[in-house]
């Protein structure tokens, strides 16, 4: 079995969650690749909680977290 991937660095400006969502729908990602971090204590109340969070609960493919 073959694996082919093509990988893309961009620079973007805007929310981070939807700047991610969109570039993947724009390319019809079949996995998002997403470095993952510990929570602050402190967020802000009414937050939605981290970028990964955010991207994991909206995208519509695949998405793996990394440490």
Do not use: F
Request: glycine fraction near 12%; include cysteine; aromatic fraction near 2%.
């Amino acid at each position: 079995m073959t694996i082919e991937l093509k990988d893309r660095a961009e620079v973007r400006i805007g929310e981070p969650a939807t700047e991610i969502l969109k570039a993947g729908a724009r390319r019809s990602a079949g996995l998002i690749v997403m470095a993952s971090h510990g929570l602050k204590p402190r967020r802000p109340a009414g937050g939605w909680g981290t970028t990964s969070y955010k991207v994991g609960l909206l995208c519509r493919c695949p998405i793996l977290l990394v440490k």
